[in-house]
Protein backbone atom coordinates (compact mmCIF):
# COMPACT_ATOMS: atom_id res chain seq x y z
CA UNK A 1 0.00 0.00 0.00
CA UNK A 2 1.10 3.28 -0.73
CA UNK A 3 1.92 6.15 1.56
CA UNK A 4 -0.51 7.93 -0.63
CA UNK A 5 -3.39 5.68 0.36
CA UNK A 6 -2.96 5.40 4.15
CA UNK A 7 -5.40 6.42 6.81
CA UNK A 8 -4.53 10.10 7.52
CA UNK A 9 -3.87 10.14 11.56
CA UNK A 10 -6.78 12.16 12.87
CA UNK A 11 -5.28 15.76 14.38
CA UNK A 12 -7.34 15.02 17.46
CA UNK A 13 -8.29 11.69 18.95
CA UNK A 14 -8.50 11.58 22.90
CA UNK A 15 -10.85 9.60 25.53
CA UNK A 16 -11.24 9.78 28.97
CA UNK A 17 -13.05 7.13 31.16
CA UNK A 18 -14.64 7.44 34.77
CA UNK A 19 -17.09 5.11 36.75
CA UNK A 20 -20.03 6.65 37.58
CA UNK A 21 -22.82 5.65 40.67
CA UNK A 22 -25.61 5.87 38.44
CA UNK A 23 -27.71 4.13 35.89
CA UNK A 24 -26.77 4.89 32.50
CA UNK A 25 -30.06 6.40 31.71
CA UNK A 26 -29.54 8.89 34.26
CA UNK A 27 -26.36 9.91 33.15
CA UNK A 28 -27.62 9.91 29.16
CA UNK A 29 -29.93 12.38 30.62
CA UNK A 30 -27.57 14.99 32.17
CA UNK A 31 -24.68 14.31 29.70
CA UNK A 32 -27.32 14.76 26.52
CA UNK A 33 -28.83 18.02 28.34
CA UNK A 34 -25.90 20.42 26.42
CA UNK A 35 -27.22 23.86 27.93
CA UNK A 36 -26.26 22.15 31.40
CA UNK A 37 -22.50 22.38 30.14
CA UNK A 38 -21.90 25.27 32.60
CA UNK A 39 -22.12 22.76 35.35
CA UNK A 40 -18.99 20.52 34.06
CA UNK A 41 -17.00 22.27 31.05
CA UNK A 42 -14.27 24.21 31.25
CA UNK A 43 -14.88 26.53 28.69
CA UNK A 44 -18.82 26.02 27.99
CA UNK A 45 -20.45 28.63 29.97
CA UNK A 46 -24.04 27.38 28.27
CA UNK A 47 -25.55 27.81 25.52
CA UNK A 48 -29.14 27.07 23.53
CA UNK A 49 -30.94 24.74 21.43
CA UNK A 50 -31.07 26.58 18.15
CA UNK A 51 -33.15 24.03 16.04
CA UNK A 52 -34.24 20.75 16.03
CA UNK A 53 -35.98 18.72 18.99
CA UNK A 54 -33.26 19.44 21.53
CA UNK A 55 -30.73 16.12 22.11
CA UNK A 56 -32.25 14.17 19.49
CA UNK A 57 -30.03 13.60 15.44
CA UNK A 58 -29.88 16.96 13.41
CA UNK A 59 -30.33 19.48 16.20
CA UNK A 60 -28.39 22.31 16.54
CA UNK A 61 -26.62 23.85 19.88
CA UNK A 62 -25.53 27.27 19.88
CA UNK A 63 -23.00 27.12 23.02
CA UNK A 64 -21.44 29.56 25.04
CA UNK A 65 -17.63 29.64 25.44
CA UNK A 66 -14.94 31.56 27.37
CA UNK A 67 -11.31 30.84 27.37
CA UNK A 68 -8.67 32.53 29.55
CA UNK A 69 -5.42 34.05 28.72
CA UNK A 70 -3.27 31.52 30.17
CA UNK A 71 -4.86 28.50 28.32
CA UNK A 72 -1.95 27.71 26.00
CA UNK A 73 -1.08 31.24 26.26
CA UNK A 74 1.85 31.56 23.13
CA UNK A 75 -0.43 30.23 20.32
CA UNK A 76 -3.42 32.79 18.99
CA UNK A 77 -6.64 30.85 20.14
CA UNK A 78 -9.38 32.67 20.64
CA UNK A 79 -9.57 34.30 23.79
CA UNK A 80 -12.08 35.45 25.96
CA UNK A 81 -16.19 34.85 25.23
CA UNK A 82 -16.84 33.51 21.71
CA UNK A 83 -19.86 31.27 20.35
CA UNK A 84 -19.71 27.70 18.43
CA UNK A 85 -22.55 25.62 16.48
CA UNK A 86 -22.84 21.94 16.61
CA UNK A 87 -25.04 19.59 15.21
CA UNK A 88 -26.34 16.25 17.16
CA UNK A 89 -25.22 13.39 14.93
CA UNK A 90 -25.57 10.74 17.27
CA UNK A 91 -28.12 10.04 19.77
CA UNK A 92 -28.78 6.78 21.46
CA UNK A 93 -30.36 7.10 24.95
CA UNK A 94 -28.59 5.13 28.12
CA UNK A 95 -25.49 4.61 25.48
CA UNK A 96 -23.73 7.37 23.08
CA UNK A 97 -24.58 10.97 22.44
CA UNK A 98 -22.26 12.84 19.71
CA UNK A 99 -22.26 16.40 18.63
CA UNK A 100 -20.40 17.69 15.75
CA UNK A 101 -18.81 21.48 15.57
CA UNK A 102 -19.97 23.56 12.33
CA UNK A 103 -18.08 25.66 10.43
CA UNK A 104 -19.66 29.67 9.90
CA UNK A 105 -21.55 28.55 7.14
CA UNK A 106 -23.35 25.84 9.00
CA UNK A 107 -21.50 22.62 7.19
CA UNK A 108 -20.82 19.80 9.79
CA UNK A 109 -17.10 19.78 10.37
CA UNK A 110 -15.39 16.31 11.31
CA UNK A 111 -14.76 17.61 14.84
CA UNK A 112 -16.50 15.73 16.96
CA UNK A 113 -17.23 15.31 20.83
CA UNK A 114 -19.00 12.02 22.39
CA UNK A 115 -20.09 10.28 25.70
CA UNK A 116 -20.80 7.11 25.43
CA UNK A 117 -22.23 4.58 28.49
CA UNK A 118 -20.99 1.12 29.07
CA UNK A 119 -23.03 -0.70 32.02
CA UNK A 120 -20.69 -1.35 34.77
CA UNK A 121 -22.25 -3.67 38.29
CA UNK A 122 -24.53 -1.27 39.65
CA UNK A 123 -23.35 2.11 37.63
CA UNK A 124 -21.47 2.68 34.66
CA UNK A 125 -18.42 3.84 32.76
CA UNK A 126 -18.65 7.22 30.64
CA UNK A 127 -16.14 7.97 27.97
CA UNK A 128 -15.86 10.85 26.78
CA UNK A 129 -14.17 11.59 23.86
CA UNK A 130 -12.79 14.53 21.49
CA UNK A 131 -11.79 13.23 17.54
CA UNK A 132 -10.89 15.86 14.46
CA UNK A 133 -9.97 13.76 11.85
CA UNK A 134 -8.74 17.21 9.94
CA UNK A 135 -8.10 20.59 10.21
CA UNK A 136 -10.94 22.51 10.48
CA UNK A 137 -11.72 26.22 9.80
CA UNK A 138 -11.06 27.22 13.14
CA UNK A 139 -7.31 25.19 13.34
CA UNK A 140 -6.82 26.23 9.99
CA UNK A 141 -6.74 29.87 10.80
CA UNK A 142 -5.02 29.05 14.25
CA UNK A 143 -2.19 27.46 12.33
CA UNK A 144 -2.01 29.57 9.57
CA UNK A 145 0.98 31.50 10.06
CA UNK A 146 3.38 28.81 11.97
CA UNK A 147 6.11 26.96 10.45
CA UNK A 148 6.34 22.98 10.60
CA UNK A 149 7.94 23.43 14.74
CA UNK A 150 5.29 25.63 15.69
CA UNK A 151 2.40 23.52 14.57
CA UNK A 152 4.01 20.39 16.38
CA UNK A 153 4.29 22.71 18.94
CA UNK A 154 0.79 23.54 19.20
CA UNK A 155 -0.79 20.03 18.59
CA UNK A 156 1.57 18.78 21.57
CA UNK A 157 0.51 21.56 23.64
CA UNK A 158 -3.07 21.30 22.39
CA UNK A 159 -3.69 17.80 22.60
CA UNK A 160 -2.41 18.28 26.48
CA UNK A 161 -5.02 20.82 27.06
CA UNK A 162 -7.66 18.69 25.24
CA UNK A 163 -7.08 15.76 27.67
CA UNK A 164 -6.88 17.82 31.04
CA UNK A 165 -10.45 19.22 29.93
CA UNK A 166 -11.69 16.01 29.24
CA UNK A 167 -10.71 14.54 32.52
CA UNK A 168 -11.79 17.77 34.12
CA UNK A 169 -15.46 17.26 32.66
CA UNK A 170 -16.13 13.90 33.51
CA UNK A 171 -15.27 14.56 37.13
CA UNK A 172 -17.69 17.15 37.20
CA UNK A 173 -20.34 15.05 35.45
CA UNK A 174 -20.11 12.85 37.91
CA UNK A 175 -20.24 15.13 40.72
CA UNK A 176 -23.57 16.17 39.54
CA UNK A 177 -24.60 13.24 38.51
CA UNK A 178 -24.11 11.09 41.93
CA UNK A 179 -25.19 13.73 43.61
CA UNK A 180 -28.39 14.33 42.27
Known amino acids: ?12 DLRA ?8 AAVYAVVSDLPRSAEWSPECTGGAWVSGRPATVGAVFRGDNVRAEDVVAWAPVVRGTWQTESQVVAAEPGRVFRWAVRDRSGKVQDS ?18 FRMAGATEGIRGITAEMDDAGKEKFFTDWTAKLAGDLET ?12
Open 1 to 12: MSQSNAPAKPLF
Open 112 to 129: VWSYEIEPDGDGCVLVHG
Open 169 to 180: TLLRIKAVVEKA
Open 17 to 24: RIRVRAAP
